[in-house]
């Protein structure tokens, strides 16, 4: 069967500390509860969460959203983008099964990343690994007036903006990340074309802003 892995890649700084980071929580919640009431996500949607501060890690291994529990994360530290992006190149080269001659592999994987400031590394060399497998929609995602949309816009061309960090506009966010992710379930399962672009999901709401698109 083929997977759509989906990859949530999180800020968990100490900027991220307090309302931000158990919005995010509450968020993850929300979303796995969307995907879990779909026939299509529950059958294709596979979730990974990576978190990054003073360095970068997998908090949850690629799991399918069945068996997904959603992991409690806390803030504090550095922002060190650049490392996330060369594990979640890492993790989708060792995760997402290849096409073969004699079988199809997985779907390109979503991937969001949600940041709240500037990196405190070089993320260059992360973004140089990450552009050497292959992805489907990236969205990055500027949370709160300090993040850097700059650094985003040259990661990925879907880059959104969330002006307040609060968790209403939090809420909002995983909202349409889950119905993203529903959508994009739906289609590849129904047309067997992998999602490439944001044009290809659904509208964002009021809250997320959409950034130099």
Sequence with gaps: M??????????????????????????????????????????????????????ARV????????????????????????????????????????????QKGDWKPLVFLMTDGEPTDDWRPGLARL???????????????HASTEVLQQITEAVVRLDTADSSTFNAFFKWVSAAS???????DLTKQDVSTLDELPPPPPEVNVVGV
Excluded at 71 to 94: D, F, H, M
Excluded at 131 to 145: D, F, H, L, M, N
């Design 2 to 55: 083929r997977r759509l892995p989906i990859y949530l890649v999180f800020d968990t700084s100490g900027s991220m500390n307090g309302e931000a980071i158990a919005a995010v929580n509450t968020g993850m919640q929300t979303l796995v509860s969307a995907l879990r009431q779909d026939p299509y996500a529950l059958e294709t949607a596979y979730l990974c969460v990576i978190g990054f501060d003073t360095d």
């Design 59 to 102: 908090i949850s291994p690629l799991t399918e959203v069945a068996m997904f529990q959603p992991p409690a994360l806390k803030a504090s530290g550095l922002t060190s983008l650049g490392a996330a992006l060369a594990l979640l190149a890492e993790r989708i080269a060792a995760d997402v099964v290849k096409n073969t001659p004699s």
């Design 131 to 145: 552009k050497e497998v292959p992805t489907g929609v990236i969205v990055a995602c500027a949370a709160g007036p």
């Design 182 to 188: 529903i959508q994009t379930s739906k289609r590849v």
